[in-house]
């Protein structure tokens, strides 16, 4: 980072968001991190300090009793920074001007695209998490077929899926990165509810329980012979896994059933491909591609509408980098993690589709989240 | 709002938090509410505009196909409004620098403190709504001494009283305002883990499940002879109750007894005397003054550390106004609705105290969660 920092030419940066105060120093309690383009970073603890300095392997700890003495502190460590670097993507406008108050004279910069990008590649110790958390994420899964009966409510699917993932450890919550974004486990939707439009850049939306909450499981009863899909997160140790399933009680239409298989093609064909150095837009549009010579184009990640990306990276938040994308036009990188996820909507009928989670290694991807892609006929 | 906005000078405001686009439109898609000073509201509708049309009653709605439409579309119906009002508390940096260069020339100026001061006063569509909220919220909350058992660990018991609220069409997750801010459910914590402080500003904290996620139900064992406090959210159909009580398996000791009966009678106290037009902060003061004379202040909400409130609203968004706080010198409004919530925390005992959602009426308090206060010995 401090590298980063300095080829940017930023002073120093305050790091505030908790995924990366956690991140950075191994602590999520309430902090501000200084970290000066040369020399030690700097932790100053709001609350909790006890537990910060119990977690955290920085030497520099302090208990910084009012936020008022913070440019006093800063300017001290970081000899009084030109250029400071804060979280703009996610620190809200009243935070930034009152920081802008508090470093008058000084030009307040984003670092969120900065520490965004150098959390693309994981560490062996993150990608040890990441596959215990797989490893609990496919025992859920395991046990769904067990629990999806034909007249239960999708929410109450939801509610069994969820205290079995919850018992193993579960955070009950997926931190997700940006404005007006919120999600706890993920999307379950039967029948039609699988083609609801979201109203974010999802592939999936889902009805949910009434406009304040618009997505994901709702009151509506499943039935036999369509799909219920199951596009729940694992959130254990800090970690994120993505991974999606179809399930169904007897057979499926044939149209359901023959685009379910484009889709694990798709997945396929993309796994088969990447490697290091590939450009990420360009594994999006042999996705898009695909869809369109099995003629299914019209119904890829959304009807009418085709979500801008089919795979987004995975770790601390479940929306990070890098993005298999259109303008993503950046190279795969080794060691970083990523969520596939083609995806049909057919309206009236429900979605089907794939998700898995993939480790980028220098020989191709490996499936973290390895188990029967097939649509699973209860 | 209109009238406010006109008091405040602002000749518009642009509406984008989610919650907020919900009460105002009924809607919570991804959407600008343009509201003028003057005039018929606007809405404008990036994604769904098929569902946001079919849930506001909003005449105006119409498809936003570029925020870079945004300047002529609210220049337009807004007469180029020299003063803009955003919710600059939860609008991140980065989009309200953008909308700075999309409104050249406007002051951009905070409506948040507007809206949510809107936002006290509940209609009685909203009462009604947030009293079927608290009848769910009694009914989970009446299963838990089923659940419990000695020697489960906190995330099984919190697993199965998810499960329970899930099934009854809880939202999975409590709206909390804030950056940095989220939960799910809310806490539990047996023991000692109930007196682990915690990294916000909340009477409780708990371990949780490690450092990346240091909050609420960790993997630690219920005992008998220990306070398990569960302070769980009610959260349906868009609003929520806040409720808390403690559960033990076998008598606790004297001292967590004798100070789980003063919380109730703070809780009783403040019940009895608040009336509509008294100020919050006196509350505030009056329970710690409670606390002092019984002995137990340096236990009261946090140890060797006061929380500075003891009571908050509730709504739509967890941490809602008013707040009977320290500094929050302002009248009780009639027809608001506050949780109020007097804890004890012993470090390496547990927490014990009481929290109920009450609606404001000009005769008093009305107990929304009313349900047994005491301690419940299983």
Redesign the interface.
Known sequence: MQRKLQYQGIDCAIV???KAL?YYT?????AHLIVPSQGDPLLLVK??F??ARE?TDLQNVRQLESIKKLPDIVNDHCRTPARIG?E??????????YYQRLFDGAELV?V?GLIRAQRIVKSVAEVNIIRESAARQLEVYRQIPDILREGMAE??L???V???A??L?H???T?LR???L????GHIMSGENGA??????GPT?GKG??????Q?AG?RKIRAHEPVIVDYTGC???YIVDMTRVYSIGSLPETLVKAHRVAVDIQDMIAEKARPGMSCEKLYFQALDYAEKAGLKRYFLGYNYTLPFVGHGVG?ELNELPLLARGYDQPLVDSSVIAIEPKFLFPGQGAVGIENTFLVTEHGLEKLTASNDEIIVI
């Open positions: 505030l968001q908790s956690f191994g602590t999520a309690q309430n609350k909790d006890g537990r977690e804060l703009m993507d996610v620190l809200p406008a009243k935070n930034y001007l984003d969120s929410i109450e939801a509610a069994e969820e205290a079995k919850r018992k450890g955070y009950g919550i931190p940006g404005f007006n919120a999600i706890f486990y609801v439009p979201s109203s974010f850049e939306g329980l009434g406009p304040a909450m618009p994901s009151l254990y140790n800090g601390l």
